[in-house]
């Protein structure tokens, strides 16, 4: 009995101490601690329930878990304590809320145990509560970041792929479907071909560049859609961390440019090619002139080729007299011609204007170029169909050779447009390059400057040839412009005149010109020659300027010479680049007393229909027509057409060129009124004019 009673003892004692220790960790642990009887109401709760939900333990023994729940958990709650009790069953992180004292709502992880008795009959719960409110919150928030994030990616009009470190396709949005027509299904399974075989190395390279952690941006390349189709795109890719700040996989955009692509391609073909032949342009030319030459800098032992300037004769007659739209359609014709002379090596450009330039490869010969030349004469001999004419024209070509003719682009190119001019000027086809015309263009520049200053200087003069009547009377004369170069002595109109034209110097030119001889009529009109008329030509870009009425009227009034004494001379180029407003200076001018005659006539490309809608008083027929005309029936039946249709017109006529006494007659027989010619005076000074006057 004193065993018992000592084995009793020992056992409460060692029961005491469990329990001591059991309230002591209790009462120290973070987490709620609980134990509940065989109803379900606390028994025990340790001090955390109190810092966590805010209730004194008295608050919360003898009450039950449905006493601290929602509504609309005390089922839940019931039911779960029902399942320990009955089935003797723990429950682990159940998961669920508790009201705090304040009336707000924290989240917990529940796991609970049966307690029994030392027979093994149940007597109650005993648990754990675990706070994971913030834990609920991060989560959500998580939750509801992903959410928004994956909204944006949804949503995105760019194609998005998420992948994991292996490359395995995690994720895709569904713009990346309706862009590539892949689905996920396909993309997981790897049954895709999505990646060109020619852009696999670079695609490695990305992904490496994913492995060691770098993002990327900007990328332009090509990808493929299901159905083989190659879509150009610009990939930018982001890196994904695992925990420990390791790469774990990436975000690619891929952002469809083949719209802006396509964009670049119309840009590029508008800057870098001729819009009306298709042709390579100028930019071109000198992009790839520029090339060639830092290729031959780096590889010495290139083959040599050449530089072909070409230049159309006579298109400016062809756009004064067709129009605009018949010039375009005769450069896209010969563009189609001299593409079919050149080799599939070759380079074919249109500068602009009617001029094009040919780079001919590997020219281990000049022969080589020559033959090329040779089949662009030919091909260009043939008359081109355009607007219902039959037109026919060739081209001067200047020839320069890479690298004996120079070793950069602008020598290079001066020297084959240096020698285009040669042989425009020489009548040739085509001219090769030589220091002879390096030096002849020299000279040119040289002129160029001089005649630029010849009027201030003193240098120009105007000689004239008398105009006479049938009756042999001298009614007026021609003024002719001579320049008397301090070093080369008198300089021929046929060289100074079109270098003016084309410089522009012709304006300030012709209106000393204008000056001079207006005021030397005035000079002879008030010696006795009363109604001597004076006749002086206007060049097609002094015709041009805005201004002439103006500066004609100014001149005639400043020189006291009565405007019927001036017949200002035109050519038919320069009036059919632009009928109307021509017509309206002529008119202009016509009603102030000043007649107009047309130079040259005969020798352009004009229509007839045009004569009578000009104010022309007078068309001087072409000394062309006149030097044969005792020989030739064919100049004989002209002169006496456009003799006839002048009269017709009420126009009157000049013959130019009358140097003997035959051709005298044959004109006054087929009824020209007036003549010019050797055979009444060469162009001569003032003083030998004054002189014939008085005679």
Not at 7 to 25: D, G, V
Not at 81 to 104: H, M, P, Q, S, W
Not at 139 to 155: D, I
Request: hydrophobic residues 40%; proline residues 3%.
């Amino acid at each position: 009995m004193a065993r018992d009673t000592s084995l009793n003892k020992q056992t409460e004692e060692q029961l005491r101490l469990s329990e001591e220790r059991f309230k002591l960790l209790s009462e120290c642990a973070s987490d709620i601690v609980y134990t509940l009887n065989w109803d379900g109401a606390f028994s025990y709760v340790n001090p955390a329930w109190k810092r966590l939900l805010g209730h004194d333990p008295d608050e919360v023994l003898g009450k039950f878990f449905i006493d601290f729940v929602r509504p609309q958990d005390v089922v839940l709650y019931r039911g779960i304590y029902k399942k320990i009790r009955d089935e003797k069953d723990e429950v682990v992180d159940f998961t669920g809320t508790l009201v705090a004292k304040d009336g707000t709502s924290r989240h917990f992880s529940f796991s609970g145990s049966p307690l029994f008795d030392s027979h093994g009959n149940l007597e109650g719960m005993v648990g754990q509560v675990r706070d994971i409110t913030e834990r609920i919150a991060m989560e959500e928030a998580l939750r509801t970041s992903e959410a928004r994030h994956r909204t944006v990616l949804e949503a995105s009009p760019d194609p998005v792929v998420v992948r994991d470190i292996l490359q395995r396709f995690t994720y895709v949005n569904p713009a990346f479907t309706r862009v590539f027509h892949w689905t996920l299904d396909r993309c997981v399974l790897g049954q895709m071909d999505f990646i060109p075989r020619d852009k696999m190395a670079e695609n490695a390279d990305l992904v490496e560049r994913i492995k060691r952690g770098e993002s990327f941006s900007g990328i332009e390349t090509e990808r493929l859609t299901r159905d083989g189709s190659t879509i150009d795109v610009s990939i930018s890719g982001a890196v994904l961390f695992d925990s420990k700040g390791q790469p774990d996989g990436s975000v690619t955009t891929l952002q469809d440019i083949t719209e802006r692509k396509l964009r670049e391609c119309e840009l590029q073909q508008v800057a870098y090619n001729d819009q009306l032949t298709g042709l390579p342009n100028r930019k071109s030319f000198y992009l790839i002139l520029d090339g060639m030459i830092q290729k031959g800098f780096r590889r010495s032992s290139d083959m040599p080729w050449a530089l072909m300037f070409l230049d159309l004769n006579k298109f400016k007659q062809v756009n004064d007299t067709l129009g605009h739209d018949a010039g375009d359609e005769l450069l896209k014709s010969v563009a189609t011609r001299l593409q079919g002379c050149i080799r599939e090596t070759d380079h074919l450009f249109r500068l602009g204007g009617d001029e094009f330039t040919i780079l001919v490869m590997n020219c281990d010969d000049a022969l080589n170029v020559a033959n090329v030349a040779r089949k662009i004469k030919a091909a260009l001999k043939k008359s081109f169909p355009v607007k219902g004419h039959e037109i026919y024209t060739s081209a001067s070509i200047g020839i320069s050779i890479y690298p004996e003719d120079g070793w950069d682009v602008e020598v290079l190119v001066k020297n084959a447009d240096m020698a285009m001019y040669a042989a425009k000027e020489g009548g040739n086809d085509y001219q090769f390059f030589t220091a002879e015309l390096n030096i002849r263009a020299l000279e040119r520049m040289a002129m160029e400057n001089d005649l630029r200053c010849a009027v201030e200087r003193g240098q120009l003069e105007l000689y004239y040839q008398p105009l006479v009547d049938c009756a042999g009377c001298m009614t007026g004369a021609e003024a002719l412009l001579r320049w008397n170069h301090p070093k080369m002595g008198v300089v021929s109109p046929v060289k100074f005149i079109p270098m003016a034209e084309e410089t522009g110097d012709i304006v300030a030119i012709g209106k000393w010109v204008l000056e001079t001889a207006c005021k030397q009529a005035r000079e002879w009109q008030e010696g006795g020659a009363r109604d001597f008329f004076v006749a002086v030509n206007l060049s097609p870009r002094q015709f041009r300027e805005p201004d002439l009425v103006k500066t004609v009227l100014d001149i005639v009034t400043s020189s006291g010479l009565s405007p019927k004494s001036l017949k200002l001379e035109i050519t038919e180029g320069s009036v059919m680049k632009d009928p109307e407003a021509c017509v309206k200076k002529m008119e202009t001018l016509k009603r102030r007393g000043i007649f107009f005659s047309m130079d040259d006539f005969g020798t352009g490309y004009s229509s007839l229909s045009y004569l009578k809608r000009f104010p022309i008083t007078t068309l001087k027929i072409d000394r062309s027509f006149i030097i044969d005309s005792m020989n030739n029936h064919n100049d004989r039946t002209i002169i006496k057409s456009i003799i006839s249709m002048a009269t017709s017109l009420n126009i009157d006529t000049v013959a130019e060129g009358i140097e003997t006494k035959e051709q005298l007659e044959l004109l006054t027989g087929l009824g020209c009124k007036t003549m010019q010619g050797y055979y009444f005076g060469r162009p001569m000074k003032v003083d030998a004019m004054q002189c014939l006057l008085k005679q």
